[in-house]
């Protein structure tokens, strides 16, 4: 197989697609170049994942947890062998930065560990009955067959951390990914093949999400559905599952608030607004939105904010010197450059920034200077709908309860952070900031791999990922009741 060119992989075997017709990936940063060729899958080809998971899985969840974490290890190590590779594959796929995309990289091979131990842990729990000759106990089982469909913006992390917990609890899994990611998505694949997993038990099918995601949802021997990815296609996918009877997780948009009390570390504050909202291009579901400041440190809090944000260096990624790489795609640059244009229609003052960049070296990619708006008011569709862009919108308050009243008049609840010293305002902050993570003194983006990751509102189907709260979703409980 070309180095640049993936086929499926299904049944253990990379396959072209019935159709014959691929897709090709460009990149970001120089939207002439080629990354890789990936196949424009069919509803045929989808049928023969599924069909080779459904065969596959009744062995593998026979083996023991640590039978099957043992393949999990070995990803691990080798993916850690081509950490490298897929890190620089990443960067000129979607515009990561590379000490971002190695950082990224190295965290899936952190989660194939994590959950490599897992197969070591309790499944279930002794249960007293009424019946004193009885033994009665639970233990988790497998759900079965998992369609796991990714986005773009994590094409390493993602996907691992959807797929290594329901391969340790005992599922076969089928994965698509984005388009935009499925090269870097391939090579992922690559490592687990190498790892030695049976055949059949993970499977990669690339193509468009009207056909393959949808396909998934819709499939009557897929037991679950993972999705990350838009809200709208997010309800499409959790209503098709739910019709047939399936299960499905959701994880979608975020538009999340940093809050900058007046006791607050302007500095520290200045650089996790920076960090939070405008690494990776603003292409986190979890990046800072929209920075709410108390009127009192204001204007001091927006100066330190253009200054620093002046200095930032954009470029292609591929050395240390670029601080924020392209956007990952034409559609998504013109996205985020319609947004920028709403904000100034709708009357937000844009005080940076918010121009493309066509000078030198970046004349062929989708660049874009980093955008701050002042004057944003909550009915703005800056200050409510997703940009997923390095847009940063500036509003006032007077004091931290209208800032916490404010920061929830969203329709997401996925992340949200505060700046301040004030045990009252963090203990408020915490109890009534709707949001599945909420972070204190830090920044909005940044999830811990063992820690459960969910949002709450429209981010969610207020299901969790990650840590060991995944078991919830790639398992079910079956409760035995033994009398001899």
Not at 324 to 336: D, H, K
Request: hydrophobic share 40%.
């Amino acid at each position: 197989m070309s180095e640049n060119i993936f086929l499926n992989f299904i049944g253990g075997e990379w396959q072209k697609s019935v159709s014959g017709d691929v897709g090709k990936s460009y990149n970001p940063a120089n939207k002439n170049e080629i990354v890789g060729i990936v196949q424009k899958s069919t509803k045929d080809d989808l049928d023969r994942a599924v069909e080779q998971a459904k065969s596959a899985q009744k062995a593998w969840r026979k083996l023991s947890g640590a039978e099957r974490g043992n393949y999990l290890y070995r990803a691990a190590a080798i993916l850690t062998d081509n950490l490298d590779e897929v890190a620089m594959t990443m960067t000129k796929e979607m515009g990561k930065s590379l000490p971002e995309a190695k950082g990224e990289t190295n965290r899936g091979i952190e989660i194939l560990k994590y959950y490599a131990g897992e197969g070591m842990r309790a499944d279930g729990e002794v249960i007293p009955s009424t019946d004193a000759s009885a033994l009665m106990f639970s233990k988790r089982v497998p759900i079965g067959v998992v369609g796991v469909i990714t986005p773009w913006n994590f094409p390493v992390a993602i996907p691992l951390w959807k797929m290594a917990p329901a391969l340790i609890y005992g599922n076969t899994v089928v994965l698509k990914p984005a388009t935009e990611g499925a090269v870097t998505a391939a090579k992922v694949i690559e490592c687990l093949e190498k790892a030695g997993f049976p055949a059949g038990v993970i499977n990669f099918v690339s193509g468009s999400g009207s056909v393959i995601g949808q396909g998934l949802a819709e499939h009557p021997d897929v037991n679950a559905v993972t999705f990350t990815g838009s809200n709208d296609v997010g309800k499409r996918i959790g209503t098709t599952v739910a019709e047939r009877g399936g299960k499905y997780q959701l994880e979608m948009g975020g538009k999340n608030p940093i809050i900058i009390a007046e006791d607050a570390d302007i500095e520290a504050a200045v650089e996790a607004t920076l960090s939070g909202g405008l690494k990776s291009t603003g292409q986190k579901c979890t990046c800072s939105s929209r920075v709410i400041v108390q009127s009192t440190i204001y204007d001091q809090f927006k100066e330190q904010l253009i200054k620093k944000t002046s200095e930032i260096t954009v470029g292609d990624g591929m050395d240390d010197s670029t601080w924020m790489g392209p956007c990952a795609s034409e559609e998504q640059f013109n996205t985020v450059k319609h947004y920028i244009a709403k904000g100034q229609e709708e009357g937000a003052a844009l005080v940076f920034g918010g121009k493309q960049l066509t000078e030198g070296k970046l004349k062929n990619g989708y660049y874009l200077e980093p955008a701050i708006f002042e004057n944003v008011t909550t009915d703005m569709t800056i200050a409510q709908e997703e940009i997923f862009g390095p847009v940063l919108a500036l509003m006032k308050v007077d004091t931290v309860e209208e800032a916490i009243e404010l920061a929830n008049d969203v329709d997401f609840g996925l992340s949200a952070s505060i700046f301040t010293k004030n045990i009252d305002h963090i203990l408020s902050f915490i109890d009534d900031m709707e949001a599945g993570l909420v972070r204190i003194n830090s920044e909005t983006a940044g999830v811990e791999l063992q820690a459960p990751f969910g949002g709450m509102k429209a981010s969610s189907s207020y299901s969790r990922e990650q840590g060991q709260a995944a078991k919830e979703f790639f398992t079910t409980i079956k409760t035995v009741f033994i009398k001899g």
